[in-house]
């Protein structure tokens, strides 16, 4: 089989993680099968060894450039032709349309389809293409996966593809999301970000639809009665307004006098437990999402959630999480800032309760469904 694995290259972000956890998964299992990964800029460090298993390619650019399209429609087809794998694995919403051999694909959501007004468009071209293509390869595939019934609900409802060759593969929180005691583990990575004291935090692509400026508003609203506690947002800004985020937290912390807004473009995923352990909170809101990882992250650490019931969020979290009726009500949000940092019964309840439904969800058998699937389709 063969896997475009280019979303590896580079800072991981969800469907990077999500293709990782997936083939450290099958490493682990030791699995008999042979797997080419093809890459479009480099082949990162932690799967560039040959082995038995993994079979890691660097394919050659078309046209000398770094183009993503090009990757995907010409450089990966001509790959597929020379290698001869019995089926493609594409983790990641589109795929090659001139493919021979059956397919398996991955969508993690179809925002872009479904609400394309909520979706951030990197580009006209995306806009134009995306869901066109997304679509195209969603009804020529083999089998699609998704990460939730929210989402089969979607591509059903949207797209009219059958229920039959729809499979829900939950994502999961690794083990090493587990609440850390080390104290001095703790002060090392929070001095890392600049965390100085107490602190809320987001983490993952800062889009509209999560409305981390209302996060960050209603964050305003108490922090000058609460000057031990920080706000971390962790994440690319993917706000129309080239550096809204930055210039926000910037004229804040200059109105206010200290750092209570700390802007970070991205957070390791090596610090991300520490990170989780050390936080009073992890806020995380949004309009449409189809899953919701940094949430279940977060409660595997027995760090509480402020969220909202929208799209998988409440497949996701269950009942552990303290929930805002309306994202965009930053006066809302605050409230439940402030339920946080008073403590009580509550937000004791939701530290014992995350971690137990984090059980609820493994990559060990999202791998193994996901291999099973792939060996299905392969006979096709």
Request: with cysteine.
């Amino acid at each position: 089989m063969a896997i475009d694995a280019h979303c590896l290259e580079g800072n991981r972000t969800g469907v990077g993680r999500y293709l990782s956890s997936i083939l450290k998964e099958w490493r682990k299992a030791n699995l008999k099968h042979e797997i080419i990964l093809y890459f479009k800029d480099e082949i990162p460090e932690d799967f560039s060894a040959l082995n038995n298993f993994f079979i890691p390619k660097l394919l050659p650019r078309i046209f000398g450039r770094r183009s993503t399209f090009l990757f995907i429609h010409f450089a990966i087809p001509k790959a597929v032709k020379d290698d001869s794998p019995q089926v493609f694995f594409a983790p990641e919403y589109i795929a090659p349309l001139g493919l021979k051999i059956p397919l398996v694909l991955t969508l993690h959501d179809i925002i872009y389809a479904s609400k394309p007004k909520l979706h951030s468009w990197p580009s006209p071209f995306d806009r134009i293409f995306l869901g066109m293509v997304s679509k195209r390869a969603a009804k020529k595939a083999a089998a699609i996966l998704v990460p939730s019934e929210f989402t089969k609900l979607e591509v059903m409802r949207v797209w009219s593809i059958g229920k039959k060759k729809i499979f829900i593969t939950q994502l999961a929180a690794g083990k090493e999301f587990t609440r850390t005691q080390d104290k001095g583990l703790i002060e090392k990575i929070k001095n890392i970000y600049g965390i100085t004291d107490k602190f809320f935090m987001f983490v993952g692509s800062a889009f509209p639809r999560r409305h981390v400026l209302e996060c960050m508003k209603a964050f305003a609203k108490i922090a000058d009665q609460n000057s031990d506690y920080q706000f971390l947002i962790a994440g690319v800004d993917c706000y129309k307004k080239p550096g809204i985020l930055d210039t926000v937290a910037k004229n804040f912390n200059q109105e206010l006098g200290r750092e209570a807004l700390v802007r970070k473009n991205f957070a390791a995923s090596s610090d991300l437990p520490i990170l989780y352990s050390a936080a009073e909170a992890t806020i995380w809101l949004s309009d449409y999402e189809g899953f919701g990882l940094p949430p279940l992250e977060s409660i595997s650490c027995g760090t509480p959630v402020i969220t909202n019931k929208a799209g998988s969020l409440p497949e996701v979290v269950g009942d552990c999480a303290f929930f805002v009726s309306d994202p965009s009500d930053a006066s809302l949000i605050s409230y439940a800032m402030l339920k946080i940092i008073e403590g009580g019964r509550n937000k004791e309840a939701l530290q014992l309760c995350g971690p137990n439904r984090a059980k609820n969800f493994s990559w060990e058998q999202c791998a193994k469904q996901t291999m099973e699937i792939l060996i299905s389709c392969a006979g096709k």
